[in-house]
């Protein structure tokens, strides 16, 4: 593969060769570090939304409307859903095609699925590494999209400008229990499905057990409320930390890489036959790095 | 405190002790390592289940009545709920007196509620290492319950003896979505609340998708089919990972622990500079380390 060209071209935004780097980055191949190096001092500035809370609420049909709305107003906008995933396959659940047509066919809105698969660390470097070849290739709204309320989400909300956590009336206990959670990394917090009964109810709830954190009331898929929800996240941009989740990322990977798999081995085999404690065995192997 | 003491009354089975024990633990108190040291080496052999899926399906109902029937088999029964949880307060969402309530009041079943928190590395050493002290403590049937289908399960399914995978049906298009990625960490799976329609439907399919995987069907909250769950949990134990899963975690605990906050400060100047690419920094702040 000629990296250069695959540089080139992406810098010009080239949906191909955007979609051909981030399967590079999605797969830890090793040209990957080349590409990003090179990359790296394109970087630029784009408002990184990030996009979650639990299933049901309506978070893609909310993540299309702000992309189509951002675009309307002259963005190059990108969305990249990290869908839950198998840690075998790392096969992303929706395709990029089932979200293309989401996206109202605007081709202008470039969609990538992303997989979290198995790695130890997360979203491992992947997520970190594609949004910044988005940026790179002139994207300057990048929405991400994550399910949940687990440790994916909170390394994506360290990681972007603004962390959107989207809820939605009559879910239940066991969802409404877990909004305590998301709380904590949000931004901003949408009412999502707000034609339905309790809408506001969970809005008030929400704004008052948050010490007042702004609640915008949305029906996305009509696209009522996008609009001040739209002026909110462009003027509510916080401190950017994607390079240092990036830079964790990377050492970790770098650390890993450097530890072979039969020291890992030797490592387990003392530990369970109790001639080392797992502290012990790490102090080992961190002393062998040199 | 007394740590030769703690540990002595932890080993004896002492639910204060072993509540202390894991709150130094799920703290991440200077002790704890002391602690683990000594407890290591009375590291025992209890057979380790996690227990996971959507949110909705009955898992804790299912955990429960499983944990009854460890007890009735005259097992040393311990439950580890694993809440998604405030990255910052830490709290778990569901108390641990919440929980409690469900398993029927057993006194002889240990129940301990734990927050994944925001740290770096997913669950973290602390539930991994919750379970070594549950085992030092004695319970030999230890049920780890997990929510949803990111990292943290992904975590607990490689570190644990036997993955449950929890489903039921008529949860929607989206979370049916969701069991793909759960299917393959899945040892065992369980369609529960199998007394509702599509619930031998949604059972005939997983086994269909998953080149005819185990799929039990339970309807927990009458403690309906839990017998041969159990059997099969029992006999279906396969090797165990969760020394190495430990190891990984305090590696790279301790790796964090010896890059000091101004040198992680300055990596990030440095590429948010582009002095360097991440990959330089990385490299530079594991050259440092001795």
Redesign the interface.
Known sequence: MDLAKLFSRLKDGEPRALARALTLVENRAPET?EL??RV??E?QDATIVGITG???VGKSTLTDGLAKLARARGNKVAVLAI???????G?A??GDRARMDAVAHDPEVFVRSMA?R?H????SGAAFEALVLLEAAGKDFILVET????????EV??AVDVTVVVLAPGL?D??Q??K??L???ASLVVVNKADRVGADLLAAEVHAHTDGKAVFETVALEGKGLEPLFDAIESSRGQRRL??A???N???E??YE??SDSK?KN??RG??E?RV???E???A??KE??
């Open positions: 570090r990003l190096s790296f001092s970087h639990p299933p049901g869908d839950p995933t198998s840690p075998f396959t096969g659940l929706l979290t198995g130890v660390g997360g979203l399910v949940g309320a687990g440790q994916d989400e909170v909300a360290a239940g066991q969802l229990a877990s305590a959670g709380m904590e990394i390079v240092e990036w830079l964790r990377v050492v970790r770098m650390l450097r530890i890992w490592a387990v530990i369970e109790r404690t797992p502290y065995a790490a102090d192997l961190l790095l040199e």
